[in-house]
C-alpha cells in the first residue's frame, strides 16, 4: 500500500480528485436558446417572453414562459425600426434596460489558469525527474535492484533445526552465523570470513532451504534475488542492478545476500558466438568487481546456487570471491527418515506406516521429491475419504511420483496388451535371473505418464558408484523388453526407445568417460565441457578418427554382447517368460511379492493368492460398510433423543409458565 503512493502516482490522483469537484460542483449548464431577431419579433408579439432584459450592446437575454433561456442579438438598424415597440415593452416593465457595459477583468486575472497550468506541468516534470533518479515509476527502475529484503517474523523464521539431514552442511554453514554474530572473536584472531560461499547440487537437494536457514539463525537482513534477475533487453541494466544491490547492502551490514540460479549470470565469458562481451557478461564482470576489487565490502557475505557448477566463469569461483563450495547432495537412508519425520508432523500418519521403510525404499530421493510424496500421500488419502494416511496410500504416492499417473481408462488392444506384456516380462525376468541385481518392485501394463507399462527396481542400499559388471548387467536388463519381443513375436516394436536411448548413452559413457573398454587405453576422450556454439567452432577434437572409429566399435561392441547375452537367457527361459505374460494379461500389474510367487510356485499359487486377498478385502469392505451404517443409525437415534428431550423441555418450560401465571392470578 506504502508503494502506491509513493512517486507520481499520489499527484495523479489529487489532480483528478480536483477536477471532478469542479466538474460536479460547476453544475450542468442550463440549455440556452439562440434567437434571430425575426424570432424574438414573433415572440415579443405572442407575448410568450416572461422576462427579458436589453443592455446598451442591443444583446437581449431573458427567460421564456416555457421555462427555457434565451439570448438574441439585435443589429443596430433593426433596433431603430424596432425602437417604439421595444420602449413599450420598457415602459410596461416587460423588457428590462440595464446601462451596464461587459465587465473587463484585470491583466493579472485572465494570466492566472496559464499560470496555474504551467505550474501543473513544471510539477509533474520534477516528480519524473526524481523517479527516473531513483523514485517509484517502474517505467524508470530498470537500473535499481530486484532484491527483495526478507524479513522473517519470530513464529515463522527457518533455522537449523528445521532443516533434516545435512549435518556437515550446517556445520559449515554455522561459522557464518557465528561470525555475523561475533565478529571480535575471528577479527582478533586475524581470521577473515569468507566472502562468498557457493551452494552446489542437484536440483530439490535444499540449497535454497538452507539458505534461509542460516538468515533465519543470523538474524541480520536477508537479501535474495534470482540470477535472471539482473539480465534485461537494455544494455548496462544488469550491472546497474549490481552497483545497486551492493550499495543497498553496504548500508545495512552486516547482512547476507543470497543469489538463486547464479549460472544464469555467471557462465563463462567469450561462450558466445565468437566470444562476444554480450550484457551477461558485463553484469558478470560487475559482479566480479564487487565481490573482489579495489573496494572492501566489509561484513557482506553473498551465498549463491547452483545446480551446474561446471559451466561457471573460473573468476567467480577463485579464492576472495567464492572461497568455499557446499555440496549439497542427494540424502542418504538416514537423512531421508529425517526429512520424512518433519514433512510429516502436520499430516495425519496411520499406524502401519514406516518411515524408516518408506526411507529404504525411496534411495535417490530429493528432499522435495519426498515432501511430494507425502502431499500426493495425503491428496489420494483425501480423494478417498481416509481420516488418516495408510502404508498402501504411501505406496501408490511413491509409484506415482517415479512413473506418473496411472491411465486405466486408456483404450489398449489385445495385440498392444500382448506385446507389453511380454516386453515388461523380459525386463523382469532378466532382473530376476542375473546375479546381483536389484529386486523387482513392481511389473505393470498399464500406462502411466509417456510408458505404456514399466518395470521397477528398487535398490537394495545407496550407491555411490557403479562397477563394469553392474553397468553390463544395467545394459542386459534394458534390452531386455527389446529381446522378447524378437524371441516371442518375431517382430520389434518402437516402444524400446527410450530403453535403447538409455543403452547407448551408458555403453557410450563406458568407453569414452569410464575407460571401460578392454581395446581402448585407459584414457578419458570426454572433454568434459558444455556445448556452446562459440566453443563448438572453435574447439577441436583431442583424437582421431581412427581412434574415434575404435570408439564406435568398442561401443557397439558392448551393446551387441548385452543383446546376446539378453537373447540366450531369454530364449533359454521362454516357459517363464510366458507365466509372466500370463500373469501380467491376466492382472495388469504384479509387485515384487507376487513376482517372486509367480516364478517360484507359479501361476496357479499367484492366482490362489490373489483371490484369497480379493476375498479379504471384499470382506472387510463389506464388514466398514456395515460399520458405517451402524454408525449412521447411531447418529440418527442420538438426534431423535435430543429432538425429544428439547421438545420435553419446552413443554415443561411451557407447563412452568402457564403454572407462574395462574399463581400470579
Known amino acids: ?34 434567437l434571430d431577431v425575426t424570432q424574438l419579433n414573433e415572440m415579443l408579439k405572442a407575448n410568450e417572453i416572461s422576462y427579458a432584459k436589453i443592455d446598451t450592446e442591443n444583446k437581449v437575454t431573458g427567460t421564456l414562459k416555457n421555462g427555457s433561456q434565451f439570448t438574441s442579438n439585435i443589429p443596430g438598424v433593426i433596433s431603430d425600426n424596432m425602437g417604439d415597440q421595444i420602449y413599450e415593452l420598457i415602459d410596461s416593465g416587460e423588457l428590462k434596460l440595464e446601462g451596464e457595459t461587459s465587465i473587463q477583468n484585470p491583466w493579472y486575472l485572465e494570466m492566472l489558469p496559464t499560470v496555474f497550468l504551467i505550474l501543473i506541468l513544471v510539477g509533474f516534470w520534477f516528480v519524473f525527474m526524481q523517479n527516473s533518479q531513483g523514485g517509484g515509476s517502474k517505467v524508470m527502475k530498470f537500473g535499481k535492484s530486484k532484491a527483495r529484503l526478507n524479513k522473517q517474523d519470530e513464529g515463522k523464521r527457518i533455522t537449523f533445526a528445521d532443516v533434516a539431514g545435512l549435518k556437515e552442511e550446517k556445520e559449515e554453514m554455522a561459522e557464518l552465523v557465528d561470525f555475523l554474530r561475533n565478529p571480535k572473536k575471528y577479527i ?20 535454497t532451504y538452507l539458505t534461509k536457514a542460516v538468515a533465519g539463525e543470523a538474524d541480520v537482513p536477508f537479501y535474495s534475488i534470482s540470477g535472471s534477475d539482473f539480465v534485461e533487453m537494455f544494455v548496462g541494466v544488469g550491472a546497474s542492478r549490481v552497483r545497486d544491490l ?23 565469458r567469450g561462450a558466445g558466438l565468437g566470444g562476444g562481451h554480450d550484457e551477461r557478461e558485463q553484469t558478470l564482470n560487475q559482479l566480479l568487481v564487487e565481490m573482489d576489487g579495489f573496494e572492501e565490502n566489509q561484513g557482506i557475505i553473498l551465498i549463491a546456487a547452483t545446480n551446474r557448477p561446471d559451466i561457471l566463469d573460473p573468476a567467480l569461483l577463485r579464492a576472495g570471491r567464492f572461497d568455499r563450495q557446499v555440496m549439497v547432495g542427494i540424502p542418504d537412508v538416514r537423512e531421508r527418515e529425517q526429512i520424512l519425520e518433519v514433512h510429516s508432523k502436520n499430516k495425519p500418519i496411520g499406524d502401519d506406516v514406516d518411515l524408516e521403510v518408506v526411507a529404504k525404499g525411496t ?29 498402501e496410500t504411501v505406496e501408490e504416492a511413491k509409484i506415482k511420483v517415479i512413473a506418473g499417473v496411472e491411465k486405466k481408462s486408456r483404450v489398449i488392444s489385445e495385440k498392444e496388451r500382448k506385446l507389453t506384456a511380454y516386453h515388461e516380462g523380459g525386463h523382469a525376468l532378466l532382473a530376476k535371473l542375473l546375479p546381483d541385481t536389484d529386486p523387482v518392485h513392481q511389473v505393470t501394463i498399464i500406462p502411466r505418464g509417456r510408458a ?22 544395467e545394459l542386459i536388463i534394458l534390452l531386455g523388453g527389446r529381446v522378447a519381443e524378437k524371441i516371442i513375436l518375431g517382430d520389434v516394436s518402437t516402444g524400446a526407445s527410450n530403453d535403447l536411448s538409455r543403452v547407448t548413452k551408458i555403453a557410450r559413457s563406458m568407453v569414452v568417460e569410464y575407460a571401460m573398454s578392454d581395446n581402448l587405453s585407459s584414457m578419458s576422450y570426454s572433454t568434459g565441457q558444455e556445448v556452446f556454439l562459440g566453443n563448438d567452432m572453435t574447439s577441436k ?64 499359487k499367484l492366482k490362489e493368492k490373489i483371490d484369497s486377498e480379493k476375498a479379504m478385502k471384499e470382506i472387510e469392505r463389506q464388514e466398514n460398510l456395515k460399520k458405517a451404517e451402524e454408525e449412521k443409525k447411531k447418529q440418527e437415534e442420538l438426534l431423535k433423543e435430543n429432538e425429544n428431550i428439547d421438545s420435553e423441555e419446552v413443554e415443561s418450560d411451557i407447563l412452568k409458565k402457564e403454572f407462574t401465571f395462574n399463581d400470579e392470578e
Open 1 to 34: 500500500m506504502k508503494k502506491f503512493f509513493k512517486g507520481a502516482t499520489i499527484y495523479l490522483i489529487i489532480f483528478i480528485a480536483i477536477l471532478f469537484i469542479v466538474k460536479f460542483y460547476g453544475g450542468a449548464q442550463t440549455e440556452i436558446v439562440k
Open 452 to 473: 505404456g507399462g514399466f518395470t521397477l527396481q528398487l535398490p537394495r542400499e545407496d550407491r555411490s558408484y557403479q562397477t563394469k559388471k553392474s553397468l553390463e548387467t
Open 363 to 391: 534411495p535417490g530421493f530429493t528432499p522435495a521429491d519426498l515432501e511430494n510424496l507425502l502431499n500426493e500421500a495425503a491428496l489420494l488419502s483425501a480423494r478417498r475419504s481416509d481420516k488418516k494416511i495408510r502404508m
Open 188 to 207: 582478533d584472531l586475524g581470521a577473515r570470513i569468507p566472502k562468498g560461499i557457493l551452494m552446489v547440487g542437484p536440483p530439490g537437494t535444499g540449497k
Open 541 to 604: 577434437r583431442e583424437y582421431s578418427e581412427q581412434v574415434a572409429a575404435d570408439i564406435d566399435r568398442e561401443i557397439r561392441g558392448i551393446v551387441d554382447n548385452a543383446f546376446d547375452n539378453a537373447y540366450n537367457l531369454l530364449e533359454s527361459n521362454q516357459d517363464k517368460l510366458h507365466a509372466i505374460a500370463k500373469a501380467l494379461l491376466e492382472y495388469e500389474t504384479l509387485n515384487g511379492e507376487e513376482f517372486d510367487l509367480l516364478l517360484n510356485e507359479g501361476f496357479d
Open 246 to 268: 551492493f550499495k543497498e547492502a553496504k548500508e545495512n551490514s552486516p547482512c547476507l545476500i543470497f543469489i538463486d540460479e547464479i549460472d544464469a549470470v555467471g557462465r563463462k
